[in-house]
């Protein structure tokens, strides 16, 4: 199992990114996709997560700004940040979990396969 992020940067506040989140070892769409963050000095926080049913669910502070998707052709998965934040600044991990008992949501993910990250900066 791997899972390698791309799309990071550094961009203005109001400013737009894509993250993309290649994954090689299962379909995307038979486990639980997420996207967590963690800012310097802080605990890493689940933003969004999309499960093998179609389940979304997002951090409350990202809710009508950001959108996670799977790619329709790739094994890949997307987060979308539209109108970035300083507050959206840290390192972006793309995580997995397949345990069939999960409950498929952000809040109580337990990812058990991480990537590297990507950074993200958002300026004032």
């Known amino acids: 199992v791997q899972l390698v992020e791309s799309g990071g940067g550094s961009v203005q506040a109001g400013a737009s990114l894509r993250l993309s989140c290649e994954v090689s070892?299962?379909?995307?769409?038979?486990?639980?996709m997420g996207w967590f963050r963690q800012a310097s000095g802080q605990s890493r926080e689940g933003v969004a997560a999309i499960d093998s049913d179609g389940t979304i669910t997002y951090l409350p502070s990202v809710k009508g700004r950001f959108t996670i998707s799977e790619g329709s052709v790739a094994n890949v998965v997307y987060l979308q940040m539209d109108d970035l934040k300083p507050e959206d600044t840290g390192k972006y991990y793309c995580?997995?979990?397949?345990?069939?008992?999960?409950?498929?949501?952000?809040?109580?993910?337990?990812?058990?396969?991480w990537g590297q990250g990507t950074q993200v900066t958002v300026s004032s």
């Open positions: 995580a997995a979990e397949s345990d069939p008992d999960r409950t498929g949501r952000i809040s109580t993910m337990f990812a058990t396969s």
């Open positions: 070892g299962y379909p995307v769409d038979s486990v639980c």
